[in-house]
């Protein structure tokens, strides 16, 4: 059993993660969630929680488990860190370095092991030329994107920035925790 970390940011696109927590817990994974506050707006941690079997991360200052740091244990214990899907707030603050929240402190905490990033938004902000520098930071740095697809966004929208399909994200996941 590999430990998986998937981060969740606000995005229409989170009530999607649901199916990649509980189609990596069915493949025999421990699937830990972490959170954004941004994310809690569109679907409850409490979902993640009935399909995982674990706790759900939401807030930095919460006393998850009182022996523990919890952004640094999450980090050493994953062998796997997936944020699905990544917003473009989440991409400018990874490539920037800042740790503000839960998600982003236990993503500069985790280190040397595979990390995907799944981005989902609005075509033009995915196609704005900041996004794409901090999408281009990312992949110098080694951290390897799951392309979102061309499809009709909730925005009434054609064009590319739908979060990449279920399957895809789930079997670049379980190819990359094979892989170490």
């Known amino acids: 059993m590999k430990n998986i970390v998937l981060g969740v940011t606000g995005s229409i ?3 999607k993660a649901a199916d990649i927590a509980n189609s990596l817990t069915k493949s025999g994974n421990s699937v830990h969630v972490i959170m954004t506050e941004a994310a809690t707006k569109f679907i409850t ?5 009935t399909l995982t079997k674990n706790d759900v991360y939401t807030d930095m200052f919460k006393p998850y488990r009182s022996s523990e ?13 997936l944020i699905a899907p990544a917003s473009a707030n989440f991409l400018a603050k990874a490539a920037s370095g800042i740790a503000d929240d839960m998600l982003t402190s236990t993503f500069l905490a985790y280190r040397d092991k595979p990390v995907l990033i799944a981005p989902a938004m609005n075509t033009n902000m995915y196609e704005n030329p900041v996004t794409q520098r901090n999408i281009g930071i990312l992949r110098q740095l ?10 009709m966004l909730a925005c009434g929208v054609v064009g590319k920035g739908a979060l990449a399909d279920v399957d895809v994200i789930v079997n ?3 190819e990359a925790i094979a892989a170490n």
Do not use: C
């Open 13 to 15: 696109a989170a009530y």
């Open 45 to 49: 941690p409490l979902t993640f929680q």
């Open 69 to 81: 740091v919890e952004h640094i244990s999450l980090a050493e214990k994953a062998d796997l860190f």
């Open 142 to 151: 080694g951290f390897e994107m799951i392309e979102p697809r061309s499809a």
């Open 172 to 174: 670049a996941a379980l």
